[in-house]
Structure formats: structure tokens, C-alpha cells
């Protein structure tokens, strides 16, 4: 299984940017995604999940209403839209298979992460 996130770059605060993860090797129509961020000296934390059906979705309170998660099963491609971004979301993204309803990555799938930086 491979994960290719593509979209990230540098921003100023309250930007945009549209994060893209096309999945390769395992079809992913039946698995719930995330979305996680790792930080520099921090650990990785999810920040977006969505069901295998795209009808349930999940975010922590510091990207709620922020940060929208959405799939394209006929793309097995996950998607990340991140609006009014902050400093404080600079980080390396990363998508993955993820246990359903929970924050557990299945798999130990990760690829290479996207970089976002967002400057003040």
C-alpha cells in the first residue's frame, strides 16, 4: 500500500490550502481515513477522520470548522481543504487507513507526508 500527499506549501495566516492523498495498492472504499500532523518535537495527531461511506466525519476542537476531510472512493483519494489557517497548524500531513471511529492508524501506512507552514 502506498500514500502519495501532495498539496501542502507555505501560507500566510488565515489561507488556504487543499491537501490531496491518492491511495495505491488496496482499493479503499470499505476504510475509514484520517488525516494527521506532526509537528516538529511533537507527536503525531490526528486531526480529520472520515467513514469508508463519506457520511461520517470527525475533528478535534483545534480544526473544527477549520478543516474539511472528504473522499473520492472511485479516485481512492482522500482530500483535506484547510481554510483561516495559523501558525499553529505548520506541520507535515499525512493520510492513512484508520481503525473506524477512532484515532488508531491501521497498518503503519504513512508515505511521505506533505509539508504546510504557515506563517504570521
Known amino acids: 500500500v502506498q500514500l502519495q500527499a501532495s498539496g501542502g506549501g507555505s501560507v500566510q495566516r488565515g489561507g488556504s490550502l487543499r491537501l490531496s492523498c491518492v491511495v495505491s495498492?488496496?482499493?479503499?472504499?470499505?476504510?475509514?481515513m484520517g488525516w494527521f500532523r506532526q509537528a516538529p518535537g511533537k507527536e503525531r495527531e490526528l486531526v480529520a477522520r472520515i467513514s469508508w461511506s463519506g457520511i461520517s466525519t470527525y475533528y478535534p476542537d483545534s480544526v473544527k470548522g477549520r478543516f474539511t476531510i472528504s473522499r473520492d472512493n472511485a479516485k481512492n483519494t482522500v482530500y483535506l481543504q484547510m481554510n483561516s489557517l495559523k501558525p499553529e497548524d505548520t506541520a507535515v500531513y499525512y493520510c492513512?487507513?484508520?481503525?473506524?471511529?477512532?484515532?488508531?492508524?491501521?497498518?503503519?501506512?504513512w508515505g511521505q507526508g506533505t509539508q504546510v507552514t504557515v506563517s504570521s
Open positions: 492513512t487507513i484508520v481503525s473506524p471511529g477512532t484515532a488508531s492508524p491501521l497498518g503503519g501506512y
Open positions: 495498492g488496496r482499493n479503499i472504499d470499505t476504510r475509514s
